[in-house]
């Protein structure tokens, strides 16, 4: 996140849980499968970076 303090980074994580939370239970699925996608392939970058560095 690119927040600039642990202050701005608490406020967003609790915009964002309140934002969750007021979707329906099919946009909460889409969102979670969406969210998924996209760790995992930051996940893959990171772990390639990493991976290249040290070999």
């Given amino acids: ?3 600039s303090s642990e202050a701005e980074k608490a406020q967003i994580n609790r915009e964002l849980k309140e934002l969750y939370e007021e979707l329906d239970d099919k946009s909460k699925k889409l969102f979670n499968e969406e969210l998924q996608a996209f ?3 930051e996940y893959a970058a990171i772990n390639s970076m990493y991976t290249g560095i040290n070999n």
Avoid: E, P, T
């Fill in 1 to 3: 996140m690119n927040a």
């Fill in 39 to 41: 760790l995992l392939k």
